[in-house]
């Protein structure tokens, strides 16, 4: 006969422990993501309170396996975890979209009326003429927030859809005409990075 203890124990052991395993790693491995993303992007004030409480959750997790080593559930819950937290991890920070880049815009066509638009939408452009493959070529510069990408995208295809283009991310950039930061509430910031 299956008593009410048993029931629990198994429960515990084979539901509860491992899916605690999970969410404890997911979130240590997700803000370890994070917190590496935001060092290689210089925001670097945020960084020590992301590793704290990272080594806090990683301790807990690694603590329950540890304990229970005779449950290869749990071992694999400490995996899946692993997996989910850089998956969420690297989700979240896309949604953020935190930094600046720098786009390299090449194009045989005239492009006074791209520089002109992106100008007017307060991107700083510096223009370069160079020798392509096939022949002369004006290389665009210009620096741009990583959530302004699709706009700039949408911007270079209106007026020029057969540039090629290039992104790079910058750590940082000095001295030069920058996209203006707009203003934006928390409720606008919230909404743009967990669109309901």
Same mark, same amino acid.
């Given at each position: 006969?299956?008593?009410?203890?048993?029931?629990?124990?198994?429960?515990?052991?084979?539901?509860?422990?491992?899916?605690?395993?999970?969410?404890?790693?997911?979130?240590?491995?997700?803000?370890?993501?994070?917190?590496?993303?935001?060092?290689?992007?210089?925001?670097?004030?945020?960084?020590?309170?992301?590793?704290?409480?990272?080594?806090?959750?990683?301790?807990?997790?690694?603590?329950?396996?540890?304990?229970?080593?005779?449950?290869?559930?749990?071992?694999?819950?400490?995996?899946?975890?692993?997996?989910?937290?850089?998956?969420?991890?690297?989700?979240?920070?896309?949604?953020?979209?935190?930094? $600046?880049? #720098? %786009?390299?815009? /090449?194009?045989? +066509? !005239?492009?006074?009326?791209?520089? &002109?638009?992106?100008? =007017?939408?307060?991107?700083?452009?510096?223009?370069?003429?160079?020798?392509?493959?096939?022949?002369?070529? $004006?290389? #665009? %510069?210009?620096? /741009?927030?990583? +959530? !302004?990408?699709?706009?700039?995208? &949408?911007?270079?295809? =209106?007026?020029?859809?057969?540039?090629?283009?290039?992104?790079?991310?910058?750590?940082?950039?000095?001295?030069?005409?920058?996209?203006?930061?707009?203003?934006?509430?928390?409720?606008?910031?919230?909404?743009?990075?967990?669109?309901?």
């Amino acid at each position: 006969m299956i008593t009410a203890s048993l029931l629990d124990s198994n429960l515990f052991n084979w539901v509860i422990l491992p899916l605690l395993i999970f969410l404890a790693r997911t979130s240590d491995v997700t803000l370890a993501t994070l917190r590496n993303i935001l060092l290689n992007k210089n925001f670097t004030k945020i960084v020590p309170f992301l590793g704290f409480f990272e080594a806090l959750l990683w301790l807990l997790a690694v603590s329950q396996a540890v304990r229970n080593l005779s449950s290869p559930i749990s071992y694999f819950a400490f995996a899946a975890g692993y997996s989910m937290g850089m998956f969420v991890g690297i989700k979240i920070e896309a949604r953020l979209a935190l930094g $600046k880049q #720098i %786009l390299r815009i /090449i194009t045989h +066509k !005239d492009s006074t009326e791209l520089i &002109a638009k992106l100008k =007017e939408n307060h991107f700083g452009t510096t223009t370069i003429e160079a020798t392509g493959g096939t022949g002369p070529v $004006k290389v #665009i %510069l210009t620096v /741009i927030n990583r +959530k !302004d990408l699709p706009g700039v995208a &949408a911007i270079i295809q =209106e007026h020029n859809p057969n540039a090629f283009y290039s992104i790079e991310d910058i750590r940082t950039a000095s001295q030069g005409i920058f996209p203006r930061s707009y203003s934006e509430s928390k409720l606008d910031y919230f909404k743009r990075i967990f669109p309901g």
